[in-house]
């Protein structure tokens, strides 16, 4: 009748006890820290990214923030008829202020196979046009790659809306053909939202 109490009060099986409840409580502490990370880590990794996105549309939307506002000195090596092209070719073409006078200064391969008649009385055109543009504001200009035949450039352009974002940034390039300049390239950094009526981005 005294065996098992015997045996269980016993040096040895004290100590076996001992030890398991000392490995049980071990474990219990390491599964509960490794809980305590996983719930402590996945919060800030959600915090982090929104605060991420909440910058990124700061960045773009934020009211205050305007295109570039000094031309870089590396444009000043342009020659003046590429420097016509490209300008003329953004306010008579993506302003449009005067698609006709635009077609002259557009390289075909940015015409798309349009005709003449379709650029300048067609519901679409082939690139992305500005029409809130504000021609009383310079333009500016940052040369990005330049050999001699084509350029590619950063433009910043003003918008003339006193609302929303300022201004925008949009890349243009250019090459030369035979004795004149060409605009082969033209697409902003990002897509301006639609201020003027349905259909007015894209349209003629």
Known sequence: ????????????TTRIIFWVGVALLIAALVVFIIKKSQHNSAPATSKSSAADVLNAKKLIQHPKR???????????KVPASAKLAVRNFIIDGAGERN??????YTHPSLRQGFT????????TLPFQVFPEMNFKVP??????????????????VASKYKTGRGGYVFDVGATKVGKRWLVNYWFPKYTPPVRATTGSFGSG
Do not use: C, I, Y
Not at 1 to 12: D, E, H, Q
Not at 70 to 75: D, F, H, L, M, V
Not at 116 to 123: E, M, S, T, Y
């Open 139 to 156: 333009m500016s200009f940052s040369l990005a790659q330049w050999n001699g035949h084509d350029l590619l450039a950063e433009v910043g």
């Open 66 to 76: 305007q295109a570039p506002v000094t031309t870089s000195a590396s444009w000043a």
């Open 99 to 104: 698609l006709a006078a635009a077609w002259r």
């Open 116 to 123: 003449f008649k379709q650029w300048v009385h067609g519901n």
């Open 1 to 12: 009748m005294n065996a098992v109490p015997t045996s269980l009060s016993s040096p040895r």
